[in-house]
């Protein structure tokens, strides 16, 4: 990184939709709430959404992020992540006599009431995701013996099952929509009779961002993308972004421009994935502005009013107090 600005692109050009989805706000909003209503501290498993500003600004608040439900002292207050957990740790939660607060996406808890209703049925299911993702162990979690996970069109080449007749599929929510496109259609054509969800697990925060950024994409040289390196949505944006011709590089936010990117760059097109905040991007915007970009403007894609209501626990104690 350098501090003698030179380039600058004059035409700045905003994904629409990006940034907050419905799932992140809630969960964030249940921090918040929980801090508001009981004080510091507050423990929340894991970290609440993938983004390090997230995190630094609720632990300033008085968060306390762990990495496991264990490490919370007995009897105190802990919220749950938005990528949700796998049934043990509701159990360990409950022998320490914590008091929990679950903050799991809903859509992710459609993907867990898949899985648990498949293996109730006798049905092996392929899970389509990234191992070691905090999504993914969660789900596996409903069902760790009849659930097998596949990464890859090649996995899918090697994989062995006990009964193709009796056979589903599930995904993370937050993969690549193309790339999974492919490794269903590879699971169709080995094994006829797997059966899916009457939904896509993709969310649609995940399928909109996609459509918006390969749109944008098409209309700038590079584009910039406002997500933390454990996001896996904003790593896929990034992806899809270089699928359709723009460079394009994850950033945490504006001080982590390279002077190198913008060399001979007339449009940047600027982003930013399902966790990231939008005065992160408010703040890359005034880093061109100051640097001369005069031509500011949104493509806007695809319409979104997806809201979800807080976790029932929190909505409780709102009611009681008043609030
Ligand atoms: S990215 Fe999708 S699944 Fe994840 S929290 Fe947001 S809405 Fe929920």
Same mark, same amino acid.
């Given at each position: 990184?350098?501090?003698?600005?030179?380039?600058?692109?004059? &035409?700045?050009?905003?994904?629409?939709?990006?940034?907050?989805?419905?799932? /992140?706000? &809630?969960?964030?909003?249940?921090?918040?709430?929980?801090?508001?209503?009981?004080?510091?501290?507050?423990?929340?498993?894991?970290?609440?959404?993938?983004?390090?500003?997230?995190?630094?600004?609720? =632990?300033?608040?008085?968060?306390?992020?762990?990495?496991?439900?264990?490490?919370?002292?007995?009897?105190?207050?802990?919220?749950?992540?938005?990528?949700?957990?796998?049934?043990? /740790?509701?159990?360990?939660?409950?022998?320490?006599?914590?008091?929990?607060?679950?903050?799991?996406?809903?859509?992710?808890?459609?993907?867990?009431?898949?899985?648990?209703?498949?293996?109730?049925?006798?049905?092996?299911?392929?899970?389509?995701?990234?191992? $070691?993702?905090?999504?993914?162990?969660?789900?596996?979690?409903?069902?760790?013996?009849?659930?097998?996970?596949?990464?890859?069109?090649?996995?899918?080449?090697?994989?062995?099952?006990?009964?193709?007749?009796?056979?589903?599929?599930? =995904?993370?929510?937050?993969?690549?929509?193309?790339?999974?496109?492919?490794?269903?259609?590879?699971?169709?054509?080995?094994?006829?009779?797997?059966?899916?969800?009457?939904?896509?697990?993709?969310?649609?925060?995940?399928?909109?961002?996609?459509?918006?950024?390969?749109?944008?994409?098409?209309?700038?040289?590079?584009?910039?993308?406002?997500?933390?390196?454990?996001?896996?949505?904003?790593? &896929?944006?990034?992806?899809?972004?270089?699928?359709?011709?723009?460079?394009?590089?994850?950033?945490?936010?504006?001080?982590?421009?390279?002077?190198?990117?913008?060399?001979?760059?007339?449009?940047?097109?600027? =982003?930013? $994935?399902?966790?990231?905040?939008?005065?992160?991007?408010?703040?890359?915007?005034?880093?061109?502005?100051?640097? $001369?970009?005069?031509?500011?403007?949104?493509? &806007? =894609?695809?319409?979104?009013?997806?809201?979800?209501?807080?976790?029932?626990?929190?909505?409780?104690?709102?009611?009681?107090?008043?609030?």
């Amino acid at each position: 990184m350098s501090s003698t600005a030179t380039a600058a692109p004059k &035409r700045v050009l905003l994904a629409a939709p990006r940034g907050y989805c419905a799932g /992140v706000d &809630r969960a964030v909003e249940t921090v918040e709430r929980a801090l508001d209503l009981h004080g510091a501290p507050v423990y929340v498993r894991k970290e609440i959404v993938h983004n390090k500003h997230v995190v630094e600004e609720l =632990t300033k608040r008085g968060a306390i992020f762990v990495e496991q439900e264990t490490e919370v002292p007995e009897g105190e207050m802990v919220v749950f992540s938005a990528h949700g957990v796998a049934p043990a /740790v509701h159990e360990n939660a409950a022998a320490r006599r914590l008091r929990t607060i679950d903050a799991t996406c809903p859509l992710v808890t459609k993907v867990h009431v898949e899985a648990r209703r498949f293996a109730e049925d006798g049905y092996t299911i392929v899970m389509i995701g990234h191992e $070691g993702h905090e999504e993914v162990e969660g789900t596996t979690g409903e069902a760790p013996d009849s659930i097998v996970l596949v990464q890859t069109v090649e996995e899918v080449a090697e994989l062995e099952v006990p009964d193709s007749e009796r056979l589903a599929f599930i =995904t993370q929510t937050t993969l690549s929509v193309d790339e999974t496109a492919e490794i269903i259609a590879a699971l169709r054509a080995k094994f006829p009779a797997i059966v899916s969800p009457k939904s896509d697990d993709i969310c649609y925060a995940t399928t909109n961002r996609q459509i918006a950024v390969k749109q944008l994409a098409r209309e700038c040289d590079l584009v910039l993308v406002i997500g933390s390196t454990n996001s896996s949505n904003s790593n &896929r944006l990034v992806e899809v972004a270089r699928e359709h011709g723009a460079d394009s590089y994850l950033i945490d936010n504006h001080l982590q421009v390279d002077e190198a990117w913008l060399e001979g760059i007339e449009t940047v097109g600027i =982003t930013s $994935g399902a966790s990231a905040p939008e005065e992160l991007v408010e703040r890359l915007v005034a880093f061109f502005r100051e640097r $001369g970009a005069d031509d500011i403007s949104e493509l &806007r =894609t695809v319409d979104e009013d997806v809201r979800f209501m807080l976790p029932g626990e929190i909505r409780e104690e709102l009611a009681a107090s008043g609030a």
